[in-house]
């Protein structure tokens, strides 16, 4: 989020919290009414990434299961933002004298004051939890969304908030915060690319491989993965992911100069270069165009210029962002490699196009860009002879990397004994879609709400067959009849 670029204040700055106006004018004074605006524009910009991270994954899956990723995309931003204003940003952003986590000093936003939000910053601090509050949000919804097709919502939750606390927190800590081990190491990650993206991928691999994988995780019939029930709607979800992008990358300096400029542009050309590129690599390996190819070329791009747009020269945003989008294309079947379900590919995507990321920014790295903002100094990747650079990025993306695998499994194994939160779901659910067996919605399965109400009143009766028929429907003895070897 790069609000230690700048230095954090003082905690005594943030203890000073006033119940009174005395103070008001001189808290304020420094404010930049267009740092304000773009930062609230950013904020709401960065509030639609998640519904369509849900649209995004769900136009890739059997259209029997697309109403839970929806629901759960809403309730995720619900919970973590919960966790984020009880304790979650006080833990991440609190000056503190550790090395790892901060404090509970603002919980609640309770310390809160009308000032900014770090010293000499143009911003207040509740502006700031509010942009904040959406990157734990985007993340836990990117690593979550490997239920899909096999798991209920409710210990999906439960895990997310457990890892927001004891993962991302941390991480996000570490990483900017003027206390953290890998920022006074020097790792550079601008905007996120270990806390979210190689965090949430290597999370979605360990969750994935503690469900277990799909009973019908390929196609029986062709023994390859099952054709996406709606491009469209991944196209849609892709393309407010793009916009959001603008608003998470550029947002995160805080302020409006130049190097937002940069970081603007860096974004865009990322995403255009490696949809390009994993298209193409597509296209050779396949024979055909797919515009689910296109789309996840682009957030390949995305991922890999969050950690670098605040450090590379447009130049070198192109040249990497062909780099890695080609790259996550050719790792595309990771899945089948080491023989874990990852639904909704988040690893090669988010976890493999992160690290490579980060590897590229230990080369690239410009210290001109950076210190286009008028503050930032850094000595650059190795194309400025600062060779000790990459292992200050190896040491970022390992750590997160082994730090999340860990945690999230234990988190997994914990949450799947408490009671009503086991974590695979039945057999049954998933030959029957996850929105029919646990929604109250269901899309293209039910057309009539009384249908619905027979189904919560009827036994499931599972039946083994061949037809490519309706996904499910009611019989007239009450019970409900699922084809198993359904694939819309």
Not at 285 to 310: F, H, M, Q
Not at 368 to 397: C, P, R, S
């Amino acid at each position: 989020m790069g609000y230690a670029n700048s230095g954090l204040g003082s905690a005594e700055l943030l203890m000073k919290a006033r119940r009174d106006l005395s103070t008001l004018e001189d808290e304020t004074s420094g404010f930049v009414a267009a740092d304000m605006a773009y930062i609230l524009f950013c904020s709401a910009g960065v509030m639609i990434l998640t519904p369509a991270i849900g649209l995004f994954y769900g136009g890739a899956l059997k259209r029997k299961n697309v109403i839970q990723l929806l629901f759960q995309s809403f309730m995720v931003t619900s919970t973590i933002t919960m966790q984020w204003f009880l304790f979650g940003y006080s833990l991440a952003v609190s000056p503190s004298s550790s090395a790892v986590m901060g404090n509970f000093r603002l919980g609640a936003l309770q310390n809160i004051s009308a000032g900014p939000f770090i010293e000499g910053g143009t911003i207040p601090s509740i502006l700031y939890f509010v942009f904040s509050a959406f990157f734990p949000v985007a993340t836990v919804q990117i690593f979550v969304g490997a239920i899909s097709e096999r798991a209920p919502v409710l210990p999906s939750l439960v895990v997310g908030f457990i890892w927001c606390t004891v993962c991302y927190c941390p991480f996000a800590y570490s990483t900017w915060c003027a206390n953290g081990w890998l920022y006074n190491l020097g790792a550079l990650d601008f905007a996120g690319g270990g806390p979210v993206h190689i965090a949430s991928g290597v999370s979605s691999l360990a969750f994935s491989y503690f469900i277990g994988p799909r009973k019908y995780w390929k196609d029986p019939k062709t023994g390859k993965d099952f054709l996406p029930q709606n491009p469209i709607a991944t196209f849609i979800g892709v393309s407010i992911i793009w916009f959001s992008w603008f608003c998470f990358n550029s947002g995160t300096l805080l302020t409006v100069n130049v190097r937002t400029a940069y970081i603007m542009a860096n974004t865009h050309i990322a995403a255009c270069c490696a949809s390009f590129a994993f298209v193409v690599v597509d296209r050779i390996k396949t024979g055909r165009w797919s515009v689910i190819a296109a789309c996840e070329g682009a957030v390949a791009g995305l991922v890999n210029i969050t950690p670098s747009c605040g450090f590379y020269s447009p130049y070198w945003a192109f040249i990497t962002s062909l780099f890695v989008g080609a790259c996550c294309r050719l790792a595309y079947d990771f899945n089948d490699w080491v023989k874990i379900d990852d639904t909704t590919r988040s690893f090669v995507i988010h976890g493999f196009g992160g690290i490579l990321g980060s590897l590229c920014l230990g080369v690239f790295a410009s210290p001109y860009i950076a210190g286009l903002d008028g503050v930032t100094e850094i000595e650059g990747g190795w194309i400025f002879h600062h060779w000790k650079q990459m292992g200050y990025q190896i040491a970022g993306w390992s750590s997160i990397c082994v730090w999340s695998f860990v945690a999230t499994y234990i988190i997994c194994f914990v949450v799947d004994k408490i009671p009503g939160c086991k974590m695979k779901g039945l057999e049954e659910a998933e030959l029957m879609g996850m929105d029919f067996y646990e929604m109250a919605e269901v899309d293209g399965l039910l057309s009539e709400s009384s249908d619905l109400n027979m189904y919560r009143e009827s036994s499931i009766e599972v039946i083994e067959g061949t037809s490519s028929g309706s996904d499910a429907h009611a019989s007239k003895s009450g019970s409900v009849n699922v084809k198993s070897d359904e694939v819309v």
